[in-house]
């Protein structure tokens, strides 16, 4: 998903290869401007209206994105762009693996909420008077007027979805669970590809919802369905977002749950495809949405 995080070209798990003489190093972190006006919002007052006024901690066009092998990206704003007096130095310190020593900020109260790194080594200027918000301890990150959600918004991931007309049948022992001949194909950074299902191509008997959702910053919400007793084997996203509004209400087979076969093929889990779910630089979690 994106440059250096899933399998991207510059995670720990690529499934590609650069074509270079020399190997290239174990880790390489990539910077570079997001050109994209990016503001941060922490607490707020009440309106005369009842609504909430936004409480912006940080407001910039120069934001700088870093990409860095096994995370998502995060956003860097100038110390200039950062509002008075929400910052406040506290003692804790750590040590960043490639970038060196790294201070830590409460904001406006909330404590380990934003980071800095002090002693930067020379190729590593860009990020030079820059600091960091946490993700889940802000309330909001916005690019313009748009709450982004999940995670800042990584420019090199890609959803691509395609008709085709192969055959895919899904069986829970002898069971067909799903035979169609025009699923969608859903190619995402750093994913296999999934397939999805028009319901009427589903015995829909078969599915029995379960409780919990997942969130994903470019799908949105997803609900499960057990099948048998197999836990968790499908889902589906009820209202897709507009970019992938293509799959709304299909629904996808999980190939190491259920027996998926794709034009007499049979699927597998390829390696790789685990989500992990937290850290403090993305949220994934459905309550996330609340508010949007």
């Avoid at 959600?149 to 829970?172: C, F, N, P, Q, W």
């Avoid at 078969?206 to 099948?227: H, M, N, Q, R, W």
């Amino acid at each position: 998903m994106g440059l250096a995080w899933q399998q991207g070209p510059l995670g720990g798990k690529a499934v590609g290869q650069f074509l270079t003489p020399e190997p290239l190093p174990e880790r390489l972190l990539f910077a570079e401007p997001l050109r994209r006006r990016m503001r941060v919002q922490l607490g707020g007052t009440v309106g005369l209206a009842g609504g909430k006024e936004k409480h912006w901690v940080a407001d910039s066009e120069d934001v700088v994105l870093l990409h860095e092998p096994g995370r998502y990206p995060v956003a860097y704003f100038p110390l200039s762009d950062v509002a008075e007096g929400v910052l406040e130095l506290e003692t804790r310190t750590t040590k960043h693996k490639d970038l060196g020593a790294t201070a830590w900020f409460s904001v406006n109260g909330t404590a380990h909420a934003a980071w800095q790194f002090s002693e930067l080594p020379a190729h590593a200027a860009i990020l030079r008077d820059r600091v960091a918000f946490a993700w889940r301890a802000m309330d909001a990150f916005y690019e313009e007027d748009e709450r982004i959600v999940g995670h800042a918004a990584d420019m090199y991931h890609r959803v691509d979805i395609r008709k085709t007309s192969r055959h895919l049948v899904v069986r829970e022992g002898d069971r067909v669970v799903a035979d169609t001949h025009h699923p969608l194909a859903l190619y995402e950074s750093g994913f296999a590809p999934r397939w999805y299902v028009p319901r009427e191509d589903i015995d829909l008997a078969a599915l029995t919802p379960v409780e919990g959702e997942t969130f994903c910053p470019y799908k949105g919400l997803a609900s499960y369905y057990d099948i048998g007793t197999r836990r968790r084997a499908a889902w589906g996203y009820a209202e897709a977002w507009p970019e992938v509004g293509a799959v709304s209400g299909w629904i996808s087979f999980e190939p190491d749950v259920v027996d998926v076969w794709l034009d007499g093929r049979k699927l597998s889990l390829e390696p790789g495809q685990t989500v992990v779910p937290h850290g403090i630089d993305r949220g994934l979690d459905p309550e996330e949405l609340k508010g949007n």
